[in-house]
């Protein structure tokens, strides 16, 4: 199930975040309050949840306009994450992109720290391929990775 996102299951799932995800969010934000981090997410132009089977959060994900043409994709999951990421790869790949591309957006840019694989694997299911290097990206100077996909 994947759901509009609220500010209590953003929070859940950057409360228990994979390992990977924690280090990428703690890179870019300069006071990574989790409740404040969660609060800025679920109010991003498009964010949601996506739930397991049991009902629980295990994925936050959207995206948040850069540009006329271009928006930013993000997301953050828990370690429960593994079972749920082809329907949120075809959520992406189908109801969201045709809402953006009604909205003339034509490109989606993500970027990732170097060393989250279970991220980069995702941005390429989603058809973004690697931009370029992002060297020193982080605010400890950790190297991050651009992605752009089509929409």
Not at 17 to 31: K, N, T
Not at 34 to 52: D, E, H, P, T
């Amino acid at each position: 199930m994947i759901l509009p996102a609220n500010l209590r299951d953003v929070t859940y799932v950057l409360g228990n975040l994979r390992g990977d995800d924690r280090r990428e969010l703690e890179a870019q934000y300069r006071d990574p309050d989790l409740v404040k981090v969660g609060f800025m997410l679920a109010k991003q132009m498009r964010s949601f949840i996506a739930y397991n089977d049991a009902e629980v959060p295990v994925m936050a994900f959207g995206v948040a306009h850069l540009s006329a043409t271009t928006v930013s994709l993000w997301s953050m999951s828990t370690p429960g994450v593994r079972k749920s990421i082809a329907k949120t790869t075809r959520f992406v790949m189908g109801p969201l992109r045709d809402d953006l591309r009604r909205q003339n957006y034509q490109w989606a840019e993500a970027r990732s720290d170097e060393r989250n694989d279970m991220a980069h694997k995702w941005l390429r299911r989603l058809d973004c391929k690697l931009l370029c290097p992002l060297e020193k990206y982080g605010k400890d100077g950790e190297d991050f990775l651009l992605f752009r996909g089509a929409i």
